[in-house]
Nanobody, 123 residues
Framework: QTQLVESGGGSVQAGGSLRLSCAAS????????RAWFRQAPGKEREEVAT???????TYGDSVKGRFTISKDNAKNTLYLQMNSLKPEDTGTYYC?????????????????RGQGTQVTVSS
C-alpha cells in the first residue's frame, strides 16, 4: 500500500515563500506521474503542477514562474517550492501519484493522494 503524507503548509504574508513536501512510503516503484493540486473554499479544485517519470513538468497558468515541482528520489519525496505567494494561492494543497501518464486527470483519478496541507497567504 502506498501512502503519501504532506507537510510544510502554514501561514505566510503575500510575497513570501513556502516549501511543501510529500513523503511517499510503501510500493512506489511503478509510480509515473506525481502532482500537486489545491482546493480553495468556493473554488474549483485546480491542478497546480505535475512531474512525470521522464522529468517533464507542467504548471498551472496561475503559478507559472512562481512555483517549482521537484522530487528527491533518495528520500522518495515530492516538493513544491512556492515563491512570491499571493492571497489567491490560499487553499488546501494535496499531493497525488499515479501509475499512469500525467494527462490532465482530476485528483480523484490518481491512484494515491495525501491528506492535504493548508496554505494561507495574507495580504
Amino acid at each position: 500500500q502506498t501512502q503519501l503524507v504532506e507537510s510544510g503548509g502554514g501561514s505566510v504574508q503575500a510575497g513570501g515563500s513556502l516549501r511543501l513536501s510529500c513523503a511517499a512510503s510503501g510500493y512506489t516503484y511503478s509510480i509515473y506521474c506525481r502532482a500537486w493540486f489545491r482546493q480553495a473554499p468556493g473554488k474549483e479544485r485546480e491542478e497546480v503542477a505535475t512531474l512525470d517519470g521522464d522529468g517533464a513538468t507542467t504548471y498551472g497558468d496561475s503559478v507559472k514562474g512562481r512555483f517549482t515541482i521537484s522530487k528527491d528520489n533518495a528520500k522518495n519525496t515530492l516538493y513544491l517550492q512556492m515563491n512570491s505567494l499571493k492571497p489567491e494561492d490560499t487553499g488546501t494543497y494535496y499531493c497525488a501519484a499515479s501509475h499512469k501518464y500525467c494527462s490532465g486527470a482530476d485528483l480523484d483519478e490518481y491512484n494515491y493522494r495525501g491528506q492535504g496541507t493548508q496554505v494561507t497567504v495574507s495580504s
